[in-house]
């Protein structure tokens, strides 16, 4: 999760699984960008929705945001 997410990168290995590859941490500015710009996001769903899960799809966000709206 925390691959697809953008928070770690693969230093070796070329599997599917991170089980089987060595990950590294991104920089601490990278992150410190990441989450700025999410919590820009925050009022904006779509556009949240849409980097979180790397698809700005209007099906895609518009069930994502239902189920946000029932919790």
Same mark, same amino acid.
């Given at each position: 999760?925390? /691959? ?9 290995? =070329?599997?599917?699984?991170? /089980?089987?590859?060595?990950?590294? %941490? ?9 989450? =700025?710009? %999410?919590?820009? %996001? /925050? ?5 949240? !929705?849409?980097? !979180? ?13 239902? !189920?946000?709206?029932?919790?």
């Amino acid at each position: 999760m925390l /691959r697809e997410l953008g928070w770690v990168v693969v230093v070796r290995g =070329n599997r599917d699984s991170p /089980r089987n590859s060595e990950l590294s %941490l991104r920089s601490v500015e990278d992150l410190l960008q990441m989450r =700025n710009k %999410l919590m820009s %996001l /925050r009022k904006t769903p779509a556009g949240l !929705i849409g980097m !979180i899960f790397h698809s700005y799809d209007s099906i895609w966000v518009e069930r994502c945001s239902g !189920i946000i709206r029932e919790r």
